[in-house]
């Protein structure tokens, strides 16, 4: 029983492991991909902002960015032309996490950007939560219950 327990732990801290390697975000641009200008996104665009992805120096190459913190989405509307950016990210301003915000420049340029910190948030048109909690959720359930094997 006891070895039981402990390969089922090993199993769970392993996908905590896999979290802890650095946030995962969307990497694309519609203006290189369509698809990326959709809300449901194909896994290819997914990328650990970490490890980055190095696949010849083409519009799908992207830099690793080892402390990123955030995941953008930016929508850009350029005389009716729509454009949507999505990249890992530095939190650039306090407070602006997980949210969404307009600006307008000139030429009737009109940009959204929205920034989340969760694996995987700026693959849709709202911020939603990581499946790591899940894993905590079992976890914990791991823990208090007993087992009767």
């Known amino acids: 029983m006891a070895v039981q327990r ?10 905590f492991c896999f979290y802890a390697s650095g946030l995962r975000c969307y990497i694309c641009n ?4 369509k698809a ?6 194909d896994k290819k665009f997914l990328i650990n902002c ?5 696949d010849g120096s083409g519009p799908s190459a992207f830099k690793p960015v080892p402390n990123a913190k955030v995941c953008w989405k930016q929508r850009q509307d350029v005389e ?3 454009i949507v ?3 890992c990210g530095q939190e650039l301003e306090s407070g602006n996490v997980n949210t969404c915000y307009d600006r307008v ?8 950007y929205c920034v989340c910190d969760k ?3 700026n693959g849709s048109g709202s911020v939603g939560g990581s499946s790591i909690g899940v894993a905590l959720a079992l976890l914990a359930a791991f823990l208090a219950a007993p087992w009767g094997l």
Request: hydrophobic share 40%; proline share 0%; with cysteine.
């Open 105 to 112: 420049g000139t030429k009737k340029v009109k940009v959204r």
């Open 30 to 33: 519609s203006l290189n991909d």
């Open 80 to 82: 009716g032309r729509i």
């Open 36 to 41: 990326c200008d959709g809300d449901s996104l």
């Open 6 to 15: 402990f390969a089922i732990l090993i199993a769970l801290m392993a996908c």
């Open 50 to 54: 970490s490890l980055g992805r190095n």
């Open 85 to 87: 950016d999505r990249m």
């Open 119 to 121: 694996d995987e948030c």
